[in-house]
């Protein structure tokens, strides 16, 4: 079992930045890989970033690439999201995911993620 917790969600002007960080508890995360999704007011959740069990994979949706990097610190159990450029788009609650996924380094469909955060908001002002 995996215990998720986003934390750093909050209001920023458009084109400013916004860093969100999501800790683990419970089985160590370096066994599942961690995504990061969002969900919009209406709208399905949607896949935003994903990483591989070590780091060295990650995958993107066209929507934030080139403007979002997706980490992580096994040590720390710690996984990261930073947000750059941001626009008033990208306002949703975003959710960390965690997934025991076999069959690829990372996954992008929600339905292959077993453990989910609680979410935080992330409003972007225009």
């Known amino acids: 079992q995996v215990q998720l917790v986003e934390s750093g969600g909050g209001l920023v002007q458009a084109g400013g930045s916004l860093g969100l960080s999501c800790a683990a508890s419970?089985?160590?995360?370096?066994?599942?890989?961690l995504g990061w999704f969002r969900q919009a007011p209406g709208q399905e959740r949607e896949f935003v970033a994903t990483i591989s069990r070590s780091g060295r994979s990650t995958n993107y949706a066209d929507s934030v690439k080139g403007r979002f990097t997706i980490s992580r610190d096994n040590a720390k159990n710690t996984m990261y999201l930073q947000m750059n450029s941001l626009k008033p788009e990208d306002t949703a609650v975003y959710y960390c995911?965690?997934?025991?996924?076999?069959?690829?380094?990372?996954?992008?469909?929600?339905?292959?993620?077993?453990?989910w955060g609680q979410g935080t908001q992330v409003t972007v002002s225009s």
């Open positions: 995911a965690a997934s025991n996924y076999g069959l690829a380094a990372t996954t992008t469909t929600v339905n292959t993620y077993d453990y």
């Open positions: 419970g089985r160590s995360v370096s066994l599942t890989i």
